[in-house]
């Protein structure tokens, strides 16, 4: 079973970036399509990005489409969540998940978590 461990959040100003790295060990990392999701404080866990096997498709929310990008190095078995033009409202734990079988933004077609990274974005 692939096990996944985040990295890279931290505090960062409004309008600034971070990238996310997720390690993948255990499993055949290529074999996975990828996703990323968030949680607020008192929120549900929304979907952030996802991205196919190969990384030749990718989607996103409307809500960081055109500021966040996802893309994956099946070589290092990691996936990345570069984030640009932050906000506020981008305040979350990020998690990083494999899916049961092809690309997807349901949360019910994911399997296996990492543990999360903290991002916060101040004002």
């Known amino acids: 079973q692939v096990q996944l461990v985040e990295s890279g959040g931290g505090l960062v100003q409004a309008g600034g970036s971070l990238r996310l790295s997720c390690a993948a060990s255990?499993?055949?990392?290529?074999?996975?399509?990828m996703g990323w999701f968030r949680q607020a404080p008192g929120k549900e866990r929304d979907f952030v990005a996802a991205i196919s096997r190969l990384g030749t498709g990718t989607d996103y929310a409307d809500s960081v489409k055109g500021r966040f990008t996802v893309s994956r190095n099946n070589a290092k078995n990691t996936l990345y969540l570069q984030m640009n033009s932050l906000k506020p409202e981008d305040t979350a734990v990020y998690y990083c998940?494999?899916?049961?079988?092809?690309?997807?933004?349901?949360?019910?077609?994911?399997?296996?978590w990492g543990q999360g990274t903290q991002v916060t974005v101040s004002s």
């Open positions: 998940a494999a899916a049961k079988g092809l690309r997807t933004r349901w949360i019910s077609d994911y399997d296996r």
């Open positions: 255990g499993g055949t990392f290529s074999s996975k399509a």
